[in-house]
């Protein structure tokens, strides 16, 4: 399975950005789907998952009530709205995905996007 992110860009702060990632080789109807970030010199923190069927999505305490993660299973993308976007969301951020249908908050996710970056200015 290959995935790729985009929608990365600038945005102040306050303002939405919407981040999608796209697969092929699989679909996400068979993939539980995650989103990390990762600033300059950080490790990869998770951000939102979504469970293979859709039934269970989790998010960081610092996304909660601010970003959605959903998936369109008939365009095989699943997506990233990030709304009240604040400078320290400012990161790559990147798709990943994995066969098991739980949700887990460590990067141990089989594939991997390329990440796109995100900036908030302040």
């Known amino acids: 399975v290959q995935l790729q992110a985009s929608g990365g860009g600038l945005v102040q702060a306050g303002g939405s950005r919407r981040l999608s990632c796209v697969a092929s080789g699989g679909t996400f109807g068979t993939l539980t789907v995650a989103w990390f970030s990762r600033a300059p010199g950080d490790e990869r923190v998770f951000v939102a998952a979504i469970s293979k069927y859709g039934g269970t999505i989790h998010y960081a305490d610092s996304a909660k009530g601010r970003f959605t993660i959903a998936k369109d299973i008939a365009k095989n993308t699943v997506y990233l709205q990030m709304n009240s976007l604040k400078p320290e969301d400012t990161a790559t951020y990147y798709c990943?995905?994995?066969?098991?249908?739980?949700?887990?908050?460590?990067?141990?996710?089989?594939?991997w996007g390329q990440g796109t970056q995100v900036t908030v200015s302040s």
């Open positions: 990943a995905a994995d066969l098991r249908n739980w949700i887990e908050s460590s990067p141990n996710y089989a594939f």
